[in-house]
C-alpha cells in the first residue's frame, strides 16, 4: 500500500497539481472581475491572433481610443524651483506715524481693497498735522477776508478821486493796502497747500483731508491715526502687535509694518545649471506643476533671465510670471517646470496616460486595422502639456489606447 502510494506521488506531483488549480481558479475570478457583468453569463473568451489579441464589441467600447497625431515639441529643460509673490505688485506698507499701535484691523491672508484700514495708533506727528491744517485753514480764512476789504476799500477811494472827492494820496495808499492783503492771501494758499502735502505723506486720502478742511477752527484735533492700505490685494505678512510702540519710516523703521501683495500673477523662481545658460531665453514657454495640483499645468512665458551666474552656486537664476486669478499658486510652494529650449520640430504625440511604464521601458495599447490589440514598446521623448513624443515605435494615424488599458490581459503580446 505504502508502495503504490509512493509510486502514485511519484508519477502525479500532488503540490504542482495544487498550485496550477489555484492559479487557474485566480485567473478565472479576475476575469470574472474585469469583464464579467453581475448576474450575467461570461463572455466568450476572444480568440487570440498572430499580432495581439482580439476583444470583444463590449470590451472595445470600454475603451478609449485616440489617433496618435503629429505635434510640435521642443527642446526642454526640467529642473525645481519656487512660487513667490510678484514683486511688482508687492507694496511693504511702514507707518508715516511713531506711535503706540491702538488698533488692529488686518491679519494675514485678508483680502483688502484699495484704501481698506490696517492699524490704528496714537501719533503725535498726526496730532500736529491736524493742528497746522486747522491753523491754514484760519489763518487763509482771515486773509480772504482781508483781501475782500482791501479790495473794496480800493475801489471806493479810486472812485473818490475820479469825482474829485479825493486825494490821490489815499487812493495809492488804498491800493498798496490791498496789495499786501493780496500778498497775505497767496501766502495763506500756499501754506495750505503745503499742511495738505504733508497729509498726504502722512497717509490722508484727498477726502480726509478735505474733510478737515470743511471743519475748520471747530475740528477738534484726533490723535488717533487709521493708517489704509494703499494698493489692493492679500496680506502677507504683519510684523505689528496690539499695544506695540513702532517708529515711521521717516524715523528709520527698518521693517515694514504689513505686507500686501496682489496675488493675481505669481512669480516662479529657479535657478538653472551654467551649462543651461546659453539656453535660456525670455519668452520660453514654461510648463509647471505642484505637488498640491497634481495632473494640473500651469502654462507661463519666461520673463526674465539673470545677467550674471550666482558666483558662489554657478546657477544663473530665472523667472516666470504665471496667472494665479483663481489663487491655486501660494508663495513658498516648491515648484516642478520644464523650460522649452531652441525650436519646434513636429512627431508623433501620444497621451501620457496611454503609456504603460515598466521601469525604463514605455509601451502602448495600438488597435491594429484588422481590429487586433497589440502593446507595442516605443521610446520617448519631450513632452507638451499631458503629450509624451513617441521617438519611435508609434506613427501619426495610428490609434492607441488611452483609458481602460488595465483591463486588457496582459498576454497580449507586443509587435
Do not use: C
Amino acid at each position: 500500500m505504502n508502495a503504490t502510494s509512493s509510486s502514485n506521488s511519484s508519477r502525479f506531483p500532488v503540490k504542482p497539481i495544487v498550485a496550477a488549480a489555484i492559479v487557474l481558479g485566480l485567473a478565472w475570478v479576475g476575469y470574472h472581475f474585469l469583464w464579467g457583468k453581475p448576474g450575467g453569463k461570461a463572455p466568450e473568451q476572444p480568440p487570440a491572433t498572430a499580432s495581439g489579441f482580439r476583444p470583444t464589441k463590449g470590451q472595445l467600447e470600454s475603451l478609449k481610443i485616440r489617433s496618435v497625431e503629429s505635434m510640435a515639441f521642443h527642446g526642454e529643460q526640467v529642473t525645481d524651483g519656487t512660487i513667490a509673490s510678484n514683486d511688482d505688485a508687492t507694496t511693504p506698507v511702514f507707518s508715516p506715524y511713531s506711535g503706540h499701535v491702538t488698533k488692529l484691523y488686518a491679519k494675514i491672508g485678508d483680502k483688502l481693497e484699495k484704501g481698506a484700514p490696517l492699524f490704528a495708533l496714537d501719533a503725535s506727528e498726526f496730532v500736529q498735522g491736524q493742528n497746522d491744517m486747522i491753523a491754514a485753514v484760519s489763518t487763509l480764512s482771515a486773509a480772504q477776508a482781508q483781501a475782500k476789504v482791501a479790495e473794496a476799500a480800493e475801489k471806493r477811494q479810486h472812485e473818490l478821486y475820479l469825482a474829485k472827492g479825493g486825494a490821490m494820496k489815499d487812493w495809492l495808499q488804498s491800493q498798496a493796502d490791498l496789495a499786501t492783503a493780496q500778498g497775505n492771501l497767496h501766502s495763506a494758499e500756499a501754506a495750505l497747500a503745503a499742511t495738505r502735502n504733508r497729509m498726504r505723506i502722512l497717509g490722508k486720502s484727498d477726502e480726509e483731508i478735505a474733510a478737515l478742511e470743511a471743519a475748520g477752527p471747530a475740528q477738534k484735533a484726533n490723535p488717533e491715526a487709521v493708517v489704509r492700505a494703499p494698493i489692493a490685494g492679500t496680506v502677507i505678512a504683519r510684523q505689528v502687535g496690539l499695544g506695540q510702540n513702532i517708529e515711521s519710516a521717516a524715523s528709520g523703521a527698518a521693517n515694514p509694518v504689513y505686507t500686501i501683495a496682489n496675488l493675481s500673477t505669481v512669480w516662479l523662481m529657479a535657478n538653472v545649471r551654467e551649462a543651461d545658460a546659453p539656453l535660456m531665453k525670455a519668452g520660453a514657454p514654461v510648463e509647471v506643476t505642484v505637488s498640491a495640483w497634481p495632473g494640473r499645468l500651469f502654462k507661463a512665458r519666461l520673463t526674465w533671465v539673470a545677467p550674471t551666474v550666482d558666483p558662489n552656486t554657478h546657477r544663473l537664476p530665472v523667472r516666470a510670471e504665471i496667472d494665479n486669478r483663481d489663487g491655486a499658486l501660494k508663495p513658498s510652494m516648491f515648484a516642478s517646470f520644464r523650460i522649452a529650449t531652441g525650436d519646434a520640430s513636429n512627431a508623433p504625440g501620444v497621451p501620457e496616460s496611454g503609456i504603460v511604464r515598466e521601469g525604463d521601458e514605455a509601451r502602448v495599447f495600438v488597435l491594429n486595422a484588422d481590429g487586433t490589440i497589440a502593446l507595442r514598446k516605443i521610446v520617448t521623448g519631450r513632452t507638451s502639456g499631458d503629450m509624451v513624443e513617441a521617438v519611435s515605435g508609434l506613427k501619426a494615424g495610428e490609434k492607441v489606447v488611452t483609458a481602460g488599458a488595465l483591463f486588457i490581459d496582459r498576454a497580449v503580446e507586443s509587435n
